[in-house]
């Protein structure tokens, strides 16, 4: 139980992305553009906390209570600590954290080993919810254009960005010139977002940036980015507005790494950014990567997407997130043609590119096997304990 807490203090403490655009602990229940991202992670957050409990026999309205309790608590400290604003949203979906990890035991005495029938339907309905979740990844990050006045902006100062004191000579998606503050045709930009064409930057290259920040925008009539490519750090970021953002889910990126790296002030910039396939090609001068784009792993970045991780971490967490929708499919694997068929729909979802996403890279297939496995492991070891006990 100490574990599981310090692991929630810890997680929750930890410096925010995205919070309530008002700071006041009870202005509302999913707060800010990725509100529903935020809520869905705080019950992830707090689940261990109540599973921790229900392990340890206790049960009830009482621990429910007490990771309100402690929820509270830290939303408290949060009043004191910059850059953190208490919310009652946050409170609300930690405390069905909490409510959701005991259900979870509850249920895991009765489900996770089932007899061979059902756990072979079981194994059937986990692939279909794995398929239905990679769907759901694709439809997610399609590109989402509003249908008001869109305006192509040249180095804007936005919140919530820095501001990048280069500059932009000219730009052009096709064959259109994107002028700066200049209206722009919403169904050509998206004719043309769809059809692939190259979007071309040329400007002069302005001094480091620590976060990111807007060399090239393009805007709504509320002066929200649609489309954005800019420096952070020293990648190069390359984001259009997706379907999730109308969701409030958050908003992943395309990176060219390092893009940035030996450039100095003043430099001469050429940027492109195309269509290739199901995925894009991100340039910045002689550095160039053409395998960018989102994959069937992409989904935990719908939820929680970290800008400053190693590209290490990221690799992890595609591998992680297939690796735990394989996972109750192993558990629940018996010699029968459910099971059959629930790893013919592993194999679509990873392999037939239907959903628009581009291919599944190597780490994530591995991933997804070792889900399959780890499944199968604890479904042996159950197995051996159960031979033991008769």
Do not use: K
């Not at 009043?79 to 208490?86: C, Q, S």
């Amino acid at each position: 139980m100490y574990l599981s807490l310090a692991f929630i203090l810890g997680a929750t403490l930890a410096p925010a992305t995205g919070g309530p655009e008002v700071a006041d602990f009870v202005s509302c229940i999913v707060c800010g553009s990725r509100g529903w991202s935020d809520a869905i992670v705080n019950v992830i957050l707090f689940m261990p906390f109540g599973a921790a409990l229900a392990t340890l026999g206790r049960t009830g309205p009482r621990p429910i209570l007490a990771g309100c309790v402690l929820s509270c608590a830290i939303e408290l400290a949060q009043t004191v600590i910059p850059g953190r604003d208490p919310s009652l949203g946050d409170v609300t979906f930690n405390t069905l954290g909490t409510a959701a990890g005991q259900a979870f035991v509850w249920l895991a005495h009765r489900w996770v080993f089932p007899d061979v029938r059902t756990a072979a339907r079981l194994s059937l309905i986990a692939a279909l919810a794995g398929l239905a979740v990679v769907v759901a990844t694709a439809r997610l990050l399609e590109p989402s254009l509003p249908d008001g006045v869109l305006r192509a902006s040249y180095t804007p100062d936005l919140p919530e960005l820095e501001w990048y004191d280069g500059r932009v000579l000219r730009a052009t998606l096709g064959s259109d010139a994107l002028r700066p503050e200049r209206q722009t045709d919403t169904a050509s930009l998206h004719r043309l977002l769809v059809e692939g064409a190259p979007l071309r930057i040329v400007a002069v290259a302005g001094r480091g940036v620590r976060a990111l920040a807007p060399l090239f925008v393009v805007l709504d009539e509320d002066r929200h980015d649609v489309l954005l490519v800019g420096p952070d750090r020293d990648d190069l970021v390359f984001r259009f507005r997706p379907q999730a953002s109308r969701w409030r889910l958050d908003q992943p990126d395309l990176r060219l790494r390092h893009a940035f790296a030996s450039l100095q002030p003043g430099d001469t910039l050429q940027i492109a950014v195309r269509r290739v396939g199901r995925g894009y090609c991100l340039a910045v001068n002689r550095a160039t990567r053409c395998d960018a784009g989102y994959s069937a792993g992409s989904g935990w970045a719908l939820l929680y997407y970290p800008r400053h991780f190693p590209a290490w971490a990221y690799t992890l967490l595609g591998a992680g997130w297939l690796a735990g929708l394989a996972f109750p499919i192993g558990l629940w694997a018996r010699r029968r043609p459910e099971t059959a068929l629930a790893l013919a729909l592993l194999g679509l979802a990873l392999f037939v590119p239907f959903t628009g996403l581009i291919r599944t890279p190597v780490h994530q297939v591995a991933g997804a096997g070792l889900g399959l496995v780890l499944g199968r492991l604890l479904q042996a070891w159950r197995r051996a304990v159960s031979a033991r006990t008769v």
